[in-house]
């Protein structure tokens, strides 16, 4: 019987939300062999593991403006973890990463590290946050100068890297190259490594995307430290941490003024400034439905199936939670 006053109109409505909401992982608690400790962050949920491996759970958390929304997204852990598991293999002959195995389509497993206070972003094109501030008169991005008379999304003669600080909370902050070093926050040599790297990975990954008819405008990249030698760590060349143009017509857009086709997380942040949210104390996400979150999930594996080359294979969503601390204790197990 359905309770009094409720409408099967409701009840439906209800069950189409549970649905949803029973599609996607947006919080873990997992107490795998050895666990030491678990750290929450905006769409990882990362558990030490007697202080030597990293378990690595993406979930289907999305955040923007370093504001975690309020719905998972479908299939995005999935997507996020291969994608960066396949950049992982693929760069591992230029500059040496964490990853040693991947147990769960949403776990990559892989060596501690003392991870750098700095990401490294690195941009090929005149584009988001970029854009913005340059269209504000801004000419010069983290210490980097920038010329008169650029438009949006225009290519830059060379890559520049326009590095931030790590946030605990809140909005990571531009820092320059100079500020890094002065400072203390990395030494001189290891931030030359990264940046020797940053660039290395930015080439591999802008070859691969041109091969599968994509331009890889910007991305950011983390790096740790273990046994005194520098370890690329984290995801790299995803949808969260990178931004993709479809490189046919690209040329032509670029000359009209139009916006780029684009796979990139840059659409939820532009779907959000559209509704008046940019993170700002007093300002509230917008409603997020269903039919929004399944768009966001498709344009997900649109870049997965791009960058790839592949289909994407959709798992099992009956109880991610469960097969996840299956496969992970399995793998965990075998190592003993």
């Known amino acids: 019987m359905k309770p009094e006053n409720v409408t099967t109109t409701e009840i439906n409505k209800f069950q189409l939300n549970y649905i949803a909401m029973a599609k996607t992982l947006t919080q873990t608690d997992f107490n795998f062999p050895g666990q030491d400790s678990v750290y929450h962050g905006k769409v990882r ?25 309020p719905k998972g997204i479908p299939y995005k852990g999935q997507v996020l973890n291969q994608i960066a598991a396949k950049f992982l293999d693929a760069t591992a002959d230029i500059v040496p990463n964490w990853k040693l195995a991947t147990p769960d389509p949403m776990v990559t497993v892989g060596l501690k590290c003392e991870g750098f206070r700095v990401e490294m972003i690195i941009r090929g094109y005149l ?13 010069e991005l983290c210490g ?27 909005h990571d902050e531009n820092i320059s190259r100079e500020e890094i070093i002065a400072q203390g926050i990395v030494s001189k040599e290891d931030y030359e490594t990264m940046e020797r790297y940053t660039r290395a990975l930015f080439k591999r990954g802008t070859e691969i995307a041109a091969e ?8 950011k990249y983390e790096f740790g430290k273990r046994d005194g030698k520098v370890y690329l760590i984290d995801e790299i060349h995803t949808p969260d941490s990178s931004r993709y143009f479809y490189a046919d017509g690209y040329e032509e857009r670029f000359t009209k003024g139009e916006p780029q086709r684009q796979l990139s997380k840059e659409f939820v942040r532009q779907w959000l400034i559209e509704h008046d949210f940019m993170g700002k104390p007093g300002q509230q996400v917008p409603e997020m439905t269903d039919a929004y979150c399944e768009s966001v999930s498709e344009r997900y594996i649109e870049l997965y199936e791009h960058i790839t080359g592949e289909p994407f294979v959709k798992t099992d969503e ?19």
């Open 212 to 219: 599968k008819g994509l331009i890889l405008v910007d991305t």
């Open 127 to 139: 584009t988001g946050s970029a854009w913005r501030d340059y269209s504000a008169d801004m000419r």
């Open 45 to 69: 949920d990362v558990y030490d593991i007697n202080n030597d491996l990293m378990v690595m759970v993406a979930t289907d958390r999305i955040s923007a403006f370093d504001v975690i929304l």
């Open 318 to 336: 009956t109880d991610l939670a469960e097969r996840i601390r299956k496969n992970v204790d399995k793998y965990l197990t075998s190592r003993k």
């Open 144 to 170: 980097v100068k920038l010329p008169d008379g650029m438009k949006e999304n225009e290519r830059f003669p060379e890559p520049i890297i326009t590095p931030t600080t790590k946030a605990e909370a809140g």
